[in-house]
């Protein structure tokens, strides 16, 4: 059964993680410029939700180690090293942010900060995906590890650290590379699922079925791939061979990136989207841009944080 946080409204809910040491739950609102965490245990009395007002919109972030996080903004990738504190850039980018900003991303198992970027346009496929590493002294520099997506969006490692997964939602497709975590190196790329394009005339009312198309996503335990499709209000769950194992309606019509938190890791939390949701769809499905959770049997794997 799927349950609604409170005050977790979002217009564009995005990349949830679990703080372990806070015991928190962390998302961003990307269009409403802000990142969210809650405070004490969510569901009791006296839990509530804070919200830290962005200059611009916020792709993804990251936990790090030293405290604080790590958060792609449109033009560039800065830090904090406390919850509303100074942001400093760490990066900037090359690229129009005019028409470009950062999406999708996490942090690696070995602290490297990853993310993908996405096209506002929509005329060519031009985001690309990079890699921040800054351990042991290194000096801040972004490395292009993978490109030709209009929409950078399911970033997620495998348990072993030998498969990386990024997702094209454009292109409807859920990408796949092996991958050396040691030396950071991309082989083999592959197709991993590819879903059906969207019917023309598509509504959520039309009787015509829709899987939706791959937004954010996370790994289990057991190495099962969660990808939330965004307008097919659903939570696919796929087997490290490429076989759909299993499948979750959700409450909102766009899932927009699961995580697995709680203490055990079984606590299923869910973002989604509001802004430019028709009306009638947010009649009929009001936790639409709020945080949805469910329990399931198989737990998450402990977030990655941020080594700098």
Not at 166 to 192: G, Q
Not at 223 to 242: D, I, K, N, V
Not at 281 to 288: D, F, G, K, V, Y
Request: net charge negative.
């Amino acid at each position: 059964m799927w349950t609604t946080l409170d005050d977790s409204l979002c217009e564009l809910g995005e990349s949830p993680f679990w703080h372990p040491g806070e015991r928190s739950l962390y998302w961003l609102d990307i269009a409403g410029r802000a990142v969210l965490r809650t405070r004490g245990d969510i569901g009791a009395a006296g839990a509530t939700v804070e919200r830290w007002a962005l200059p611009s919109e916020p792709g993804c972030m990251a936990p790090a180690r030293r405290g604080g996080l790590v958060i792609a903004l449109r033009d560039g990738i800065y830090r904090a090293k406390t919850w509303g504190g100074a942001l400093t850039q760490l990066v900037g980018v090359d690229y129009d942010t005019r028409t470009m900003r950062f999406n999708d991303g996490k942090c690696d198992p070995l602290g490297r900060f990853w993310a993908g970027t996405l096209n506002e346009v929509k005329d060519k496929s031009n985001a690309e995906l990079y890699c921040l590493d800054m351990r042991d002294g290194r000096a801040p520099a972004l490395q292009r590890m993978a490109g030709d997506a209009m929409t950078a969006n399911g970033l997620a490692f495998s348990p072993d650290a030998g498969t990386l997964y990024w997702s094209d939602t454009a292109a409807h497709a859920i990408r796949a590379w092996d991958w050396v975590a040691d030396s950071n190196t991309l082989t083999r790329p592959r197709v991993f699922e590819q879903f059906a394009a969207k019917p023309a005339g598509w509504t959520p009312s039309s009787p015509v079925r829709y899987a939706g198309r791959p937004d954010g996503a996370t790994v289990d335990a057991e190495g099962h791939y969660w990808a939330a499709m965004y307008e097919g209000g659903q939570l696919l769950r796929f087997a490290p061979s490429g076989k759909q194992v299993g499948a979750i309606a959700t409450p909102v019509q766009c899932p927009t990136m699961p995580c697995l938190g709680g203490d055990d890791l079984k606590t299923l939390f869910v973002t989604s989207v509001r802004k430019g949701r028709p009306a009638e769809e947010l009649e009929e499905r009001p936790a639409s841009g709020c945080v949805v959770s469910m329990r399931v049997d198989t737990p998450g794997l402990p977030v990655a944080f941020f080594e700098d």
